[in-house]
């Protein structure tokens, strides 16, 4: 299940969870030991989890599309709906010296961020939530069942 998690950045996992803080003017620091990944700079944007922003290091962010939507047609409406969803709520920027991204209002709208969000790593990339929708749902998944949600995600993986 884990075999291509990381394959983008070498041996480098993304991981951990993280609360920041967006400053006055709506910019988010990555955190400190993550940002070596960004050093090209960064990718934020719309992702697929309701309410839910992905961070992706530049460099990787080509790849990254390729081998999760490169086969979408755009002669498909759903397959040009998703394709139109994701590249187009993305913004390309540099991070600041402080190793801050401006957050656009348009994705802090999106994702409910007001002053904190939870930067969650995920292996290839980032994700940045507001910090009471993301607890909720990790509460939801435990509450569920960890173990079983898991056996159905590889059911899924196998059928």
Request: hydrophobic content about 40%; proline content about 4%; charged content about 25%.
């Amino acid at each position: 299940m884990w075999g291509t998690v990381g394959h983008l950045m070498g041996a480098r996992l993304l991981s951990g969870t993280y609360e920041c803080s967006l400053d006055s003017r709506f910019r988010l620091a990555v955190p400190a030991r993550l940002r070596d990944a960004f050093a090209g700079g960064a990718v934020l944007g719309r992702w697929l989890d309701e309410g839910g922003l992905i961070l992706a290091p530049s460099p990787e962010w080509p790849a990254l599309i390729e081998q999760n939507f490169g086969d979408l047609t755009v002669l498909d409406e759903g397959q040009r709906i998703l394709r139109r969803w994701v590249l187009g709520g993305c913004y390309e920027q540099d991070l600041d010296r402080q190793g801050r991204v401006l957050v656009p209002q348009e994705l802090r709208e999106h994702a409910g961020l007001t002053e904190k969000a939870k930067v969650v790593g995920v292996g290839d990339y980032l994700e940045v939530w507001n910090p009471e929708q993301l607890d909720r749902g990790l509460a939801e998944l435990q509450k569920e069942g960890v173990s079983e949600h898991a056996k159905r995600v590889a059911a899924s993986r196998s059928a």
